[in-house]
Nanobody, 119 residues
Framework: QVQLVESGGGLVQPGGSLRLSCAAS????????MGWYRQAPGKQRELVAT???????NYVDFVKGRFTISRDNAKKTVYLQMNSLNPEDTAVYYC?????????????WGQGTQVTVSA
């Protein structure tokens, strides 16, 4: 059974920092690309950052220079370090594991963790 469990969300003041974690089980973690997405109230889910199985990272423009994605294959965990948070970063943050295997796309999602940026 595949499980992705996010943690580390919470309430933080503008300008503050949080580190999200996503612990995976039931998959060969090192073979999966991992991503962080977020969904704000009334908005569609959007990509935040990705890290490939080889460690290549990509970020959307609105988090470049503020957020850092990383992974620890030994711990089967992906992280999202978020600095300089602002109220627009308020959302539920989800992690995703993805892999293409014999032409089939395998995607798994976590349940999400709430991040609220407010004074």
């Amino acid at each position: 059974q595949v499980q992705l469990v996010e943690s580390g969300g919470g309430l933080v003041q503008p300008g503050g920092s949080l580190r999200l974690s996503c612990a995976a089980s039931g998959i060969r973690f090192s073979l999966y690309g991992m991503g962080w997405y977020r969904q704000a109230p009334g908005k569609q889910r959007e990509l935040v950052a990705t890290i490939s199985s080889g460690g290549t990272t990509n970020y959307v423009d609105f988090v470049k220079g503020r957020f850092t994605i990383s992974r620890d294959n030994a711990k089967k965990t992906v992280y999202l370090q978020m600095n300089s948070l602002n109220p627009e970063d308020t959302a539920v943050y989800y992690c995703k594991a993805e892999r293409t295997l014999i032409g089939n796309q395998l995607n798994y999602w976590g349940q999400g963790t709430q991040v609220t940026v407010s004074a």
